[in-house]
């Protein structure tokens, strides 16, 4: 029997996986052993973790997330405020399903972006979709839309949105109108979508840098209740020294084998999160992980 034709159908059907895996079963003769149900099961099996993986790349590529983070690789040691138990539970993108909305405060350099995209890489491989948004590019992006007729489709785009991530909420005080913007951003995913927010300020801060107090107390009435807050402390991660011999990889680098499924290979040296310090013996408690390679 001629399987080429064969091959050539399944690619044609758009079953690339099932193509591949046929013609991998073709050339190892261990295969033969196997029944035709089982064959079959392996091929179906390819096919699905191949479009998974395609999905999860498509994901990730479109949430433009600003560090490449993974849980995996977040330092739960070092003291910082980052309970072990919360974070593997948020993890696991319950909150996502339940639309509830992570709140992440700290001082700069602390790690919220990193663990911001950490949890948002987290829903992505559980199916979600997310962006990654700063608060001061979405209010410019906003008043662009408005003047040249895109808000409306951009604001729907937005709101279809399973997880947004607004990184930088209150650097730079709001005025009333940008505030009044940023509230139809949420408001379109109050109850029905999830949102991620850092902020260099505490919660009970952003009350004063949201412009009108009217608009403060609708933005903050629609993030803050039944949200879940992480109030990260320390000293900036970018300050940390890390000696050269205590690094992974070559000249310092920090590099990882794979990303997990659908995540190209990179080195982890290339991104400007700073070198995390070495664990300190008195969280209470040792991380299931491997050494991390966080480094913001």
């Not at 992480?230 to 990882?256: C, F």
Request: proline share 6%.
């Amino acid at each position: 029997m001629l399987i080429a034709p064969t091959i050539d159908k399944l690619h044609a059907l758009a079953l690339s996986g099932m193509a591949r895996a046929l013609a991998e079963q073709l050339e190892r003769p261990d295969y033969a052993q196997l029944s035709f149900e089982e064959r079959l099961g392996l091929l179906v099996d390819r096919e699905v973790q191949d479009r998974d993986n395609r999905r999860l790349a498509r994901h990730l590529k479109a949430a433009h997330l600003r560090s490449d983070a993974v849980i995996e690789d977040l330092d739960l040691r070092t003291p910082r405020g980052l309970d072990r138990a919360t974070v593997l539970s948020l993890a696991e993108a319950h909150w996502v399903t339940a639309h509830r909305t992570v709140l992440i405060t700290g001082p700069t350099g602390v790690g919220k972006t990193y663990l911001a995209c950490a949890l948002a890489h987290s829903a992505i491989r559980r199916g979600h979709t997310a962006l990654y948004l700063r608060v001061p590019r979405l209010l410019d992006e906003l008043v662009l839309a408005r003047a040249d007729g895109r808000l409306p489709r951009l604001m729907a785009s937005w709101a279809r949105i399973d997880v947004l991530l607004l990184d930088d909420l209150g650097l730079q005080p709001v005025p009333a109108q940008r505030a009044a913007d940023l509230l139809e951003v949420i408001e379109d995913r109050s109850g029905t979508r999830s949102t991620i927010v850092t902020s260099q300020l505490p919660v009970g801060h952003w009350h004063e840098a949201l412009g009108d107090p009217t608009i403060a107390d609708a933005i903050l009435d629609r993030l803050v209740h039944g949200a879940h807050r992480l109030e990260l402390r320390g000293d900036s991660r970018r300050r940390v020294q890390t000696p050269p011999d205590a690094r992974d990889g070559p000249a310092g680098r920090a590099t990882t084998a794979s990303d997990g499924p659908g995540r190209p290979r990179r080195d982890r040296g290339d991104t400007d999160d700073p070198a995390r310090g070495a664990p300190s013996d008195d969280t209470g408690g040792v991380s299931d992980y491997p050494p991390s390679t966080e480094r913001r």
